[in-house]
């Protein structure tokens, strides 16, 4: 634990190896849990300055606006950090589902203890 980290004013984003923060992303008028994503210090900063979700692919190994294709975008309502800064909360307001699949959140399923899977509907996932 970094104590200068935790009673600080200042946002000094601790960044894992790779360069990236993890980004726990939810609907600000409804708290439904959207997705997790990976925001690096270039997609930080374009999403404090344009107001729009930005994230890094690890996959792809780009940066990406959250509905640049899709018309999908997360407008972000505020921005906040955990106690540590190595994790960000967005709360946003989405123009329409947020997972790739079309579905509202990326957590439409739940884990059953015999390990299988069961689907939600949109109302079961918030």
């Not at 921005?79 to 909360?89: S, T």
């Amino acid at each position: 634990m970094d104590p200068s980290r935790d009673a600080t004013d200042r946002f000094l984003p601790r960044f894992d190896a790779a360069g990236l923060l993890t980004a726990i992303v939810v609907d600000a008028d409804r708290s439904t849990l959207l997705m997790v994503a990976h925001m690096n210090e270039e997609a930080i900063a374009r999403t404090r300055a344009t107001g729009q979700a930005h994230f890094w692919s690890r996959s792809r190994q780009a940066l990406w606006r959250k509905g640049e294709t899709s018309g999908n975008g997360l407008t972000v309502v505020e921005m906040r950090v955990d106690c540590d800064q190595d994790a960000l909360l967005l709360r946003v307001r989405p123009a329409g589902p947020a997972c790739h699949t079309g579905r509202r959140s990326c957590f439409y399923r739940r884990v059953e203890v015999d390990g299988g899977l069961t689907f939600l509907d949109d109302d079961a996932q918030g």
